[in-house]
C-alpha cells in the first residue's frame, strides 16, 4: 500500500499528461464497474439494477422521477431498469395513497431479500477501497470528484443521496 507520505512527496508533484486525469477516472470507473459485475453475477444482477435495488431499501417507496433524481447508474429515466426489475418481481409499482395517479416504486419481498448481499458486496468493494487508500486519501479524492462535478446533474444526485442529511 502506497503511504500517505509517499503520495504527497512523489504522485503529487508530477504534472499529469493531457487527458491523463479524465483517463485515471475512466480506467477506475471500469475497474471498479468490472469487479461489480463479477460480484453480482450470482444474483443475476447488473451494477445499475443493484443500485436501484438498494436505493428503495434506503429510500423507498419512490416515485419514477424521484428514483431518477437519486442513482448515478442511469441518466434521465430508468424506466426500463425498472422495468425489468417489476418482470423479474423484485420491485412493485403500486398507486399512491395521496395521489391517485401517481405510482410509487418498492421492493417486493424478493427484492428485499437480495438486500444483504448486495451490502455485503458493497462491504467487500468498500473494504478493498480502505487497502489500497487510507480514510484520508478517500476523503481527499471524494472532495476532488465532488468538486469536478459541481454545477453538473450529478451533483444534485450526489447531494439527495449523499448529503450531509442523509443517513449513513
Known amino acids: 500500500m502506497t503511504s500517505p507520505a509517499a503520495l504527497h512527496s512523489t504522485d503529487s508533484d508530477r504534472m499529469l499528461a493531457p487527458s491523463e486525469l479524465r483517463y485515471l477516472v475512466l480506467a477506475a470507473q471500469r475497474e471498479g464497474n468490472r469487479a461489480l459485475m463479477r460480484l453480482l453475477a450470482p444474483l443475476e444482477l447488473t ?5 436501484i435495488l438498494l436505493v428503495l431499501h434506503s429510500f423507498g417507496p419512490l416515485s419514477l ?29 403500486r398507486t399512491s395513497a395521496a395521489d391517485r395517479r401517481a405510482v410509487q416504486l418498492e421492493l ?14 458493497e462491504a467487500g468493494l468498500e473494504a478493498h477501497a480502505a487497502s489500497v487508500l487510507t480514510d484520508q486519501e478517500q476523503a481527499l479524492v471524494g472532495a476532488a470528484l465532488r468538486k469536478y462535478l459541481q454545477g453538473t446533474d450529478s451533483e444534485g444526485v450526489f447531494e439527495r443521496r449523499f448529503g450531509a442529511d442523509q443517513p449513513r
Not at 451494477?47 to 443500485?51: G, K
Not at 422521477?65 to 409499482?93: K, N
Open 108 to 121: 417486493t419481498e424478493a427484492g428485499a431479500s437480495l438486500i444483504p448481499s448486495l451490502k455485503d458486496i
Open 65 to 93: 422521477r424521484s428514483l431518477g433524481e437519486m442513482i448515478v447508474c442511469e441518466a434521465g429515466s430508468p424506466s426500463r431498469i425498472v422495468d425489468m426489475l417489476v418482470t423479474r418481481q423484485l420491485v412493485h409499482r
Open 47 to 51: 451494477p445499475s439494477q443493484a443500485e
